[in-house]
């Protein structure tokens, strides 16, 4: 029923388009870091709609001084190359160490770096041997004052000095993630995506501005009303301060930060080394305006702004206007993984759109193979369109194999929603690699059902943290299954309260497998209403499982008509393109949604085929029930093949037809023990009369020694789970063999020679 994970086929209709990685008034905003300072494109970390687009161009920002756009150069001439970087910041908070402190104070002060973003010198860059981390400017710069002796502590001042403002050559950027990205490219980005989103913190409004570009040394302009030093701290307790130091200088800023403290009569002056910088490397585009830098607040509003210094206190949501950064780096951190532009589909040859509206009026109508000729060829002229709706038809109908192929040539002529219907007829055959890489390709180009898919994929490689996260994210964009598929695996966890959440949301939103859960967790609270409307809303959806459901409970209610028409409706799909398939409830345009996992024989198909046929056996209409349970048995439903034996044999006198049937029966995977035992007992008195010629039988050796087989193949896998039945097992196969040399027939012989090499190697 709610056991599998499901897979989104989208439509080329309702493809989601990709949402734009950032945007801050009405211009888009990029990040770009020019190798070695020099002022063009760098490696794009998100795709644009189109390439062409002024607001979606990239190009590099410097604002350092000229020696930064000088190339470096080894010693035989040839120039340094290092490759640009994006890293997920997981230690947005960095302690800076206190200097000056040479004995053991009364008082323990500690000064840490908080920012949003950071550019990177790698180590050597600046000639250090470390590599340096240097924020943006208006970032948080908080002191703390704690007080461990007897005696009451103060930091009477503090004074700000620039001591060098050098070219700045940065080679990477780490920012912080206020939430999850928007799309998901490779499998190195989520893990440390997760862990900057959680490590993520708004920066505070700050206490006082450091203005480091000030003409004569730095002085603190204090924001609030009341004087904020000295700043005190009584014995036990700590007192903070929040700075935020502030320049326009594009340079790599070096200052010190320099404390006077005192307690009991001494006077200490510590002091901290610290960087900043206000090269973003953002630029913002517009179609009617060069390129203009960006300062830090503008991506990042809780950044201090000193020409908005109440902005942060009147930021309402700061998620929202917050820069989300789409690229990462490789797995061995070398340089952008860069993520294509969303391509355009090929042009359509001419007259194809007119041909294709001709095919799906044809297709509306009913007349499926004039549809199918005619998306043929538009899409032999070169109709990628006509391509992508072939693949539609064939795999409606049960053709998998022409659905790929069609597909593939809509996804070569650059059709995304063919990408990820290639993902999902991946993940039918079990080719999970062949499906991630269409997934991917699918996200590459915003197909947001593509991130339920690689979610089915991670899940069944047993990585569930990340189809969990993937899940998430669909779940965010209201893509169709996510919350169906994220409440599955919450109750394989035992986390029972979030999957009931999620199902519930799931079926308020439309999704019908999540209405038939919620049906359930109705019916086995009492809610017998409750469980009837979530039914019926499945039913009305055209859910199969929903109809069998509903019709369940009006036979139990008397209602038995209405209950039959519900279980005809869906077991006449039986044998048709709709097994196993169920609709979106937004259309005939909607995609289809596939199950994966989970067995046939459990669809609301095949068991409103077996309860039909139990129906009509009840009445005595026997040729009914017939029909149906050979529909449902067809499928694989267990119960209506021991049902078909039984009647066959009893009713019908149809031995040839028992036969038939028990051989179906007895290779059943998870047939039930009490199943197989009344089978063999059967097989095996059947073959004992046909042997001896007693009751109405004439001696049959043939059907005996086929009744033998069955009732040796049933022991031996009852055997297989108690021993009790290896003597029933060792003695239907003795059987065997001598009705296999009494009947001379070859068939029987082979049986024999088949039964008793499997005895012989259980030992």
């Known amino acids: 029923m709610a056991g599998s994970a499901v897979l989104a086929a989208t439509d080329v209709h309702t493809w989601p388009p990709y949402v734009a990685v950032a945007a ?45 756009t000088s190339e470096e150069s080894r010693a035989d001439g040839a120039p340094v190359t290092r490759g640009l970087s994006v890293y997920e910041m997981t230690r947005p908070v960095r302690t800076v160490p206190v200097q000056g402190l040479t004995d053991d104070p009364p008082f323990t002060v500690r000064a840490a770096v908080h920012s949003q973003l950071t550019l990177i010198a790698s180590p050597g860059l600046l000639g250090l041997p470390e590599a340096v981390h240097i924020p943006l400017t208006g970032h948080n710069l908080l002191l703390s004052l704690t007080a461990t002796g007897q005696d009451e502590v103060a930091l009477r001042s503090l004074r700000a000095e620039v001591t060098d403002r050098l070219p700045l050559r940065a080679d990477g950027v780490s920012l912080a993630r206020p939430r999850m990205p928007d799309m998901v490219l490779s499998a190195d980005l989520l893990e440390s995506a997760q862990r900057a989103a ?37 014995p036990g307790t700590s007192a903070n301060l929040t700075c935020a130091p502030v320049t326009d200088d594009g340079r790599w800023v070096r200052w010190r930060l320099t404390a006077e403290i005192v307690c009991a009569g001494r006077v200490w002056r510590p002091w901290w080394d610290l960087t900043v910088t206000a090269t973003t490397g953002f630029s913002a585009y517009s179609a009617d305006a060069a390129p203009e ?28 206007r917050s820069f989300h950064l789409v690229g990462h780096t490789s797995q061995d951190g070398g340089g952008f993984l860069q993520m294509p532009s969303r391509p355009e589909p090929d042009p359509e040859p001419p007259g194809a759109a007119r ?61 995304p929603a063919a990408y990820n219907n290639l993902g999902a007829l991946a993940v039918l055959r079990g080719d999970l690699d ?55 695996l919450y109750r394989r966890q035992g986390r ?13 939103a439309g999704d019908v497998q999540a209405a038939v859960h919620v049906g359930f967790r109705c019916h086995e609270a009492g809610d017998q209403a409750g469980a009837k409307r979530w039914w019926r809303a499945a039913a009305d959806a055209d859910n199969a499982e929903g109809i069998f459901y509903l019709g369940l409970l009006l036979v139990r209610e008397g209602r038995t008509e209405e209950g039959q028409r519900l279980w005809e409706r869906a077991a006449e799909r039986l044998g048709t393109h709709r097994q196993g398939v169920t609709r979106a409830p937004s259309g005939p345009d909607a995609g289809t949604i596939q199950r994966v996992g989970g067995s046939g024989a459990e669809s609301g198909e095949v068991q409103a085929a077996y309860y039909l046929g139990m129906l009509h056996l009840e009445r005595d209409e026997h ?71 007693a009751g109405p039988y004439e001696p049959d050796p043939g059907n005996a020694a086929a009744a033998c087989f069955v009732a040796a193949e049933s022991y031996r896998r009852l055997t297989a789970h108690d021993d009790a039945h290896r003597p029933a097992w060792e003695d239907s196969v003795q059987r065997l063999a001598a009705l296999a040399e009494w009947s001379g027939s070859a068939q029987a012989r082979q049986w024999a020679a088949s039964a008793g090499a499997r005895f012989r190697a259980a030992g």
């Open 24 to 68: 801050v008034s009405a211009l888009s905003i990029r990040l770009a870091l020019a190798r070695h300072g020099q002022r063009r494109p760098g490696p794009v970390p998100g795709p644009a709609r189109n390439t062409q687009t002024p607001a979606e161009a990239l190009a590099a920002t410097d604002q350092g001084s000229p020696a930064a």
């Open 198 to 234: 959680r490590a993520y913190r708004r920066l505070r409004h700050p206490d006082v501005a450091v203005l480091l570009d000030a003409s004569t040394a730095p002085v603190l302009a204090e924001l609030g009303a009341d004087p904020l030093l000295p700043l005190t701290a009584a």
């Open 293 to 320: 830098p960006q300062p830090v607040h503008a991506p990042y509003p809780d950044h201090y702004d000193p020409r908005n210094p109440d902005g942060q206190r009147t930021t309402e949501s700061l998620v929202e």
């Open 355 to 415: 041909a294709v509206r001709r095919a799906a009026a044809l297709a509306r109508g009913g007349d499926l193979p004039g549809a199918a000729e005619a998306y043929r060829a538009a899409a032999e002229a070169g109709s990628g369109q006509a391509a992508y709706r072939l693949g539609r038809l064939a795999q409606n109908h049960g053709d998998p194999d022409g659905a790929v192929r069609w597909y593939e040539m809509a996804a070569a002529r650059r059709v």
């Open 434 to 488: 062949t499906a991630e890489r269409w997934y991917r390709q699918a996200l590459d180009v915003g197909d947001w059902a593509a991130a339920v898919g690689l979610g089915v994929v991670l899940e069944q490689r047993g990585d569930e943290v990340q189809a969990e996260e993937l899940w998430r994210l669909a779940s965010g964009q209201d893509v169709p299954n996510a919350d169906q598929n994220l409440a599955v």
């Open 496 to 508: 029972l309260r979030e999957a009931d959440e999620r199902f519930t949301r799931a079926a308020e």
């Open 623 to 693: 040729e009914a029930a017939l029909t149906w349970w050979t529909r449902a048995a067809g499928a694989g439903h267990a119960d209506a093949v021991f049902r078909l034996c039984e009647l066959h044999l009893n009713v019908r006198g149809d031995l040839a037809e028992c036969l038939r049937w028990a051989f179906v029966a007895v290779e059943l995977e998870g047939a039930e023990a009490v199943r197989l035992e009344a089978l063999a007992a059967g097989m095996r008195s059947i073959a004992e009369h046909l042997a001896e010629a």
